[in-house]
């Protein structure tokens, strides 16, 4: 995948958090401040105006610039983990204009771990790496298996969904949702179902 496809799928992963930004206020509304739609749209929309001054640079210089741009607009805890997800991916992609499968697990692994770490927390507590975790995971399979990157993102995207519609299953014990303990019960989080939707779009935009 060259560096055009690459910006060609952060424009899909926008237009999609903003197509869906109802549905995440409205899953916010039920666990949290109801403030994620609106968030994240806000954070699409300054990565739609950075896009253009991303134009031939490297795939570390692309991700590390939504990196910033998502830390400087998206408020909330998800701005600071999505922010720190981009970053890593681009630390881990300094100087590539060319990404393989292998390129795209590395820098996405990468992504993972900085959100377990600026989050202190794993898989199981309600959060989005309740959808990132299977996904790392479908990929990584999927590269193992000599996938195409398509595949792989196709495998992550399908890993991710299944793991944000599980959350329902899950007490929240992070965040605002722990506040509500049990009651958490019986709602998908957002943050899981707004890493779904940026993966569905990756896959769909491939």
Not at 36 to 55: C, D, Q, Y
Not at 100 to 125: C, H, N, P, Q, Y
Not at 148 to 175: F, I, N, Q, S
């Amino acid at each position: 995948m060259d560096t055009k496809k690459l910006l060609e799928i952060m424009k899909a992963i926008s237009e999609k958090i903003e197509a869906e930004k109802d549905v995440l206020t409205e899953l916010d509304s039920a666990i949290g401040d109801g403030d994620h739609g609106i968030n994240m749209a806000r954070g699409a929309k300054t990565v739609m105006e950075k896009l253009p001054s991303l134009i031939g640079k490297d795939s570390g210089a692309i991700f590390k610039g939504i990196g910033m741009a998502v830390v400087s607009s998206v408020g909330g805890a998800s701005g600071p983990l999505y922010g720190t997800a981009f970053m890593k991916a681009g630390d881990a992609l300094k100087g590539k204009m060319e990404l393989s499968a292998e390129d795209f697990l590395a820098a996405f692994s990468a992504s993972v771990a900085g959100i377990k770490m600026r989050g202190k927390s794993t898989i199981g507590e309600k959060t989005m790496l309740d959808a990132l975790c299977p996904a790392e995971r479908a990929m990584r399979e999927a590269v193992e298996a000599k996938k195409t990157l398509k595949e792989a993102l196709e495998a992550a995207a399908v890993a991710a969904e299944k793991g944000a519609e599980r959350t329902k299953d899950l007490v929240a014990t992070k965040g605002r949702a722990s506040y509500l303990g049990e009651r958490s019960l019986g709602h998908r989080d957002p943050g899981a179902v707004s890493s779904s939707f940026m993966l569905r779009a990756m896959a769909d935009a491939m």
